[in-house]
């Protein structure tokens, strides 16, 4: 998603950065120690302090991914079309997209939350494992790609070998192996 710069770009990154932070500081702080120990009241304090931080770590990011993105292109990442090339303009720019990339971070966070309050299941933990699996097809490809040209004398074929092959599918893979392709 990052690579294409859409709204959920930043996905639930902030805010479990940012409930790491709080926990740790729970530790360390001693009136945040004590609001853990207040029960629901200090749990929901807590929270309201999670999501704060988790807005101003997706600012951050946003700013970082944004200077990223221009370092890369020299510069230039065609923000030009959205508000035009000189100095306001470009400001301009980058606040809309920092505004929508915090705006994206905040909506998955606040999915995650629905979730958990209707019970489905931890909604955090639920947005990571669908964002997992819609990697997983690339992940699996890519492995599979990276197999087939790691071995450029197995043909890319069908093969079949008599003893123990690997396949990936449908390919032999392996050093010195023996095989036959049809």
Do not use: H
């Amino acid at each position: 998603a990052l690579q294409f710069g859409t709204f959920f770009a930043m996905g639930i990154g902030p805010y479990i950065n940012a409930s790491i932070i709080i926990q740790l500081l729970t530790v360390g702080i001693p009136a945040l120690e004590r609001l853990s120990k207040q029960g629901e009241e200090g749990r929901r304090r807590i929270n309201t302090y999670t999501r704060i931080l988790t807005l101003v770590l997706a600012i951050a990011q946003a700013i970082g991914i944004l200077v990223t993105f221009e370092n890369m292109n020299n510069g230039s990442i065609a923000l030009d079309q959205l508000f035009g090339n000189d100095g306001f303009a470009k400001f301009l720019s980058y606040a809309f997209l920092v505004i929508v990339y915090t705006a994206g971070a905040a909506l998955t966070m606040w999915l995650g939350e629905r979730i958990t309050d209707y019970g489905v299941s931890n909604g955090i933990s639920l947005l990571i494992f669908a964002g997992i699996l819609a990697t997983a097809g690339t992940a699996i490809r890519r492995i599979r790609l990276a197999a087939i040209y790691a071995y450029p004398t197995v043909c890319r074929c069908r093969c079949i070998r008599t003893d123990n092959p690997v396949f990936i599918y449908g390919c032999l893979v392996g050093k010195s192996v023996q095989y036959f392709c049809y």
